[in-house]
């Protein structure tokens, strides 16, 4: 009987160690898995810190932006100088009618005074910057003038204005690019003659 006993204890001692390790196992696997869901816990904090960081610094951005723009609409007003925010672009838009004469890639008298304002925005408030002068066209075809598309007017008038910007009042060239679209980047309809006077002009594109 005694005997018995002590086979009966020795049975529970070990049936509790077994538990005990059990446990002591399950603790540590907690342990861990709490260390681990920590340390998730901790990355996702700090990469939702750095997306807000972004986002408040893109909206400083933007914001920074649409006040740069309302001074410039304030200091061009009456020129016919448009001024807005595109896709983090300052634009100074001219229409070819204060730049151009039909058909013409030569800046006329009232052009030259035009770009004499722009140039001078350009070189008191984006001194270093790069610019991108970029000509449009409405859809007509340009056979009368001599011009073999569109497209090649547009380049035309953009080097015409980036000349102008470079050799007349001296922005360094190496912060001048151009571009032509012709008439495949219209802002207004080409169906009606407002449409296409919106479409007849050239943009001053502010890098960032």
Known sequence: MHRQMLDDQDQQLAAYKAESDNLRNERERIRAENAALSD????EQQRASEIQDRLSAREAAF?????EVADLQARLAGSGVEVESRGGFIVLGVESNLTFASGKADLHKKGMETMDLVAGVLMESYAGKTFWVEGHTDSD???K???KSNLALSVNRAL????????EKGIESQFVRI???GEWDPK????DK???ARNRRVEILVLP
Request: aromatic residues 12%.
């Open 40 to 43: 998730q816990l901790s990355y």
């Open 63 to 67: 914001q920074q932006q649409d006040s």
């Open 141 to 143: 075809q340009p056979k």
């Open 145 to 147: 003038s001599g011009w």
């Open 160 to 167: 015409s204005v980036a000349d102008y910007l470079v050799f």
């Open 179 to 181: 571009a032509g679209h």
């Open 188 to 191: 207004g309809e080409n169906s």
């Open 194 to 196: 407002e449409g296409k």
